[in-house]
Structure formats: C-alpha cells, structure tokens
C-alpha cells in the first residue's frame, strides 16, 4: 500500500509569491499522482491529475510536476482564494495535505 | 450542469447501519465508476472505495472491506454505500464522486456530502 507524505504541513505566503509544495509517494507510481484543494467548509476540488493535467477550469497559475516518488504542485502567484488545504492522492490514498494560508 | 447529491445520513448507534445514496445528473451516469470519500471532522480525506461503471466490481480500502458495501443503479442514477458495525472511528461527512478516468481515482465531481454521526 502506497503512503503518501506532504511538506510543509503549513505553509505562510503572501497573495502574488510563489506557492511550491511537496508530495512523496513510498513507492513509485508513475504518474497516478492528483492535487485537491479544500477551502474551509467546502467540497475538495480537482485541480490536477496524471501528475501534470489541469483539471477542467483550473486557472493556469497551477502546475504540477514529477514521477516516481516525489510530485510538487506548484501556484504562481497567489491569489486570495487560494489559500485552502492541498491534498494530493494517488489511487485512491490522500496524502494527509499542505496548508496555505496567510503570511 | 453535473450534479451529486448525497442523503441518507444522521443519528446512528454504535454497531448500527445505515444507507447512503447519491443522486447523480447532468451525465451518463452508466459510463463513470464512482467513488466514495469520507472526512472526519477537522480531519483530511479518506477514499473509502469504487464501483465500475456497469457495477460489476468495486474496490475497497482494506479498513472499511467487509463492513462497507457499494452498489449502484443505473437505470435511476443512483450510487448507493451500505455501512454496518460502525463505530465511533465512522462519524464523518461521506461523499460520493465521479471519476474522471475509470478506476483511477481522480475525482472531477463531488457532492456536497452528507454527515454521518456514529454515537450512543
């Protein structure tokens, strides 16, 4: 069974810098690597799949990138309504996520 | 427009059941798998298992195996979850989602999920 591991567990950042986060995998899964995002008291969303796919609407400020064992998410710039929880999942295992929220 | 909408949740005893639904419209239904998710309060997200589109197999996790069962109907749009001997461990929101490509995981839609609170 694949454990996924994530840093930071907080992250503090202000809106416009640069969002990176970390998602590890303790066994290689190719690309089978998704990035959620949980804004408090609301339903995760699908922001990446295949390690790299935008979901449908997702605003191009968000990359994700990797294979293997290790897969970052990446926001460009931060805009308020990003800051939410961040989970990554693979196969059905989610990643215990990263908080966004302000510096 | 897609839509999940889950019901059936509450007020249950220790070692007691319940069935949930999830309504779904806006797309083939018959063509999707179908996962359910769960999130204990203050907690993150647990995937709890699939169903194939055509509801001939689903997949679990290890934990909830035995305990839980998925089916569907595909002739009225429905996913259903069947939970038994719940526990404490339990009380969570429970959602159903589709999966973008089937038996992956990868969750496009959601409900807004349905809270199941497990004590005496």
């Known amino acids: 069974e694949v454990v996924l591991t994530q840093s930071p567990g907080t992250l503090s950042l202000s809106p416009g810098e640069r969002a990176s986060f970390s998602c590890r995998a303790s066994?290689?899964?190719?690309?089978?690597l998704s990035w959620y995002q949980q804004k408090f008291g609301q339903t995760p969303r699908l922001l990446i799949y295949?390690?790299?796919n935008r979901a449908t609407g997702i605003p191009a400020r968000f990359s994700g990138s990797g294979s293997g064992t290790d897969f970052t998410l990446t926001i460009s710039s931060l805009e308020p309504e990003d800051f939410a929880v961040y989970y990554c999942?693979?196969?059905?295992?989610f990643g215990p996520g990263t908080k966004v929220d302000i510096k | 427009e897609v839509q999940l909408v889950e019901s059936g949740g509450g007020l249950v005893q220790p070692g007691g059941s319940l069935r949930l639904s999830c309504a779904a419209s806006?797309?083939?239904?018959?063509?999707?798998?179908m996962s359910w998710v769960r999130q204990a309060p203050g907690k993150g997200l647990q995937w709890l298992g699939n169903?194939?589109?055509?509801?001939?197999?689903?997949y679990y996790l290890n934990s909830v195996r035995g305990r839980f069962t998925i089916s569907r109907d595909n002739v009225k749009n429905s996913l259903f979850l069947q939970l038994s001997s719940l526990t404490v461990e339990d009380t969570a929101v429970y959602y159903c989602?589709?999966?973008?490509?089937?038996?992956?995981?990868?969750?496009?839609?959601w409900g807004q999920g349905t809270l199941v609170t497990v004590s005496s």
């Open positions: 989602a589709r999966e973008i490509i089937g038996g992956q995981t990868d969750l496009d839609y």
């Open positions: 806006g797309f083939t239904f018959r063509n999707y798998w």
């Open positions: 169903l194939k589109d055509d509801g001939s197999k689903a």
């Open positions: 066994q290689s899964v190719g690309t089978y």
């Open positions: 295949g390690a790299s």
């Open positions: 999942q693979n196969r059905g295992m």
